[in-house]
């Protein structure tokens, strides 16, 4: 399968990137606005993954670019950035397409982090209003640490959680989930869901921030 | 330690009741509006630590008279009931006692459960609105699982977040979690940082509905 990140060039598409390429068999498209930028990352990825003898080719170029070759479309930008990231590769979609909105919303104050949705409840619902007519929205990844993903050294052993309305779109985001070595993908339900999935990442941030052994927080339902 | 259980008749009462006496040395007080109900399910709990060589008296008694005789006072009362619970308590208080504050706000729809919060913007800061001066008030075990909890065959190993302002207050209270046997406390900072621990319980709940195998659900961080 085509798997483009959009946003491929930031820590948690680099993360996803390096896991996907290591792990599984998909096709990895790093996307980015500036292609120059995602072509550099692409092949700064390959040469991570060949010093692990893992030979495989990642292409990197404008967000709409990589995304017309794609079948599932990550949208690993900014939450402030994931309605006009959509709608700027909208004409590069195709019917049965997916995008995966692993985004979340936080502020910070003096006492640690805290969701900030936006209007619409949460990212991944406002991710769906820019979702184009007969492309599938899935909502995953939204609380993996980008440090610990991208160190292909660090065992995971952890969930994710995986929201939408297609039960066949996310069935194929599940498999892609648990194609990556220790990562269980758990069904949470509809997007209506979704803020109770993503508030969860201030939640490892604040942990994270008040334990001195613990960083780079996942967490495993048992 | 004296730990009475405000509302100790209800599911989350007696799972900490029953994990709290048997593997911890901590006297246990059950507390409810209805101090005959109370005493009865007092000694419904003494007769189930008894079938497994656990010899200990567990006192029942209007929430008020049990709240005179205890250090950390655990409202285990529904989330509307709380701040009512508190201030029916607040004259049997000592300086120096702990109020511990479980509850989390949810509200259901077809899709499943979303965190629901007061407009305090968590039950635990809606609690520290009815905390009397010289007590303190820490946020503690939002996300136990009231039916795992209580059948004590079934193995924890699982987290609870620990809540509030004063360190010492979260000390006591983390040892006293930590006391039952697979439940590490890990502290999530203050009591504005309750919100992002409450709302993990309709995560758990909507998670258990979506996925067959899973039920009575914790988590670990990890």
């Given at each position: 399968m085509d798997i483009a990140l959009l946003?491929?060039?930031g820590d948690i598409g680099e993360g996803l990137a390096l896991r996907l390429a290591y792990h599984t068999n998909h096709d990895v498209l790093i996307g980015s606005r500036d292609p120059a930028r995602a072509a550099n990352k692409a092949e700064e990825y390959e040469t991570e993954l060949d010093s692990r003898a893992v030979e495989t080719t990642i292409r990197g170029g404008a967000n709409a670019d990589v995304a017309v070759d794609a079948d599932v479309v990550v949208v690993a930008v900014p939450p402030y950035y994931v309605a006009d990231t959509i709608e700027a590769v909208a004409e590069s979609l195709d019917e049965g397409d997916i995008i995966v909105s692993p985004a979340t919303g936080m502020d910070r104050d003096d006492d640690g982090f805290h969701y900030a949705p936006p209007p619409a409840g949460s990212v991944t619902e406002h991710a769906a209003e820019s979702v184009p007519d007969g492309v599938e929205l899935v909502g995953a990844?939204?609380?993996?640490?980008a440090g610990r993903l991208a160190n292909l050294d660090a065992e995971l052993g952890i969930d994710t959680f995986v929201v939408g309305e297609d039960d066949d779109a996310k069935g194929i985001v599940t498999d892609i989930a648990e194609g990556i070595e220790g990562l269980r993908a758990l069904d949470a339900g509809g997007?209506?869901?979704?803020a109770e999935v993503e508030s969860l990442t201030p939640l490892l941030v604040n942990v994270a921030m008040h334990?001195?052994?613990?960083?780079?927080l996942g967490l495993e339902l048992k």
């Open positions: 946003g491929g060039t990844f939204h609380n993996l640490a997007i209506a869901n979704a334990n001195d052994r613990l960083h780079d």
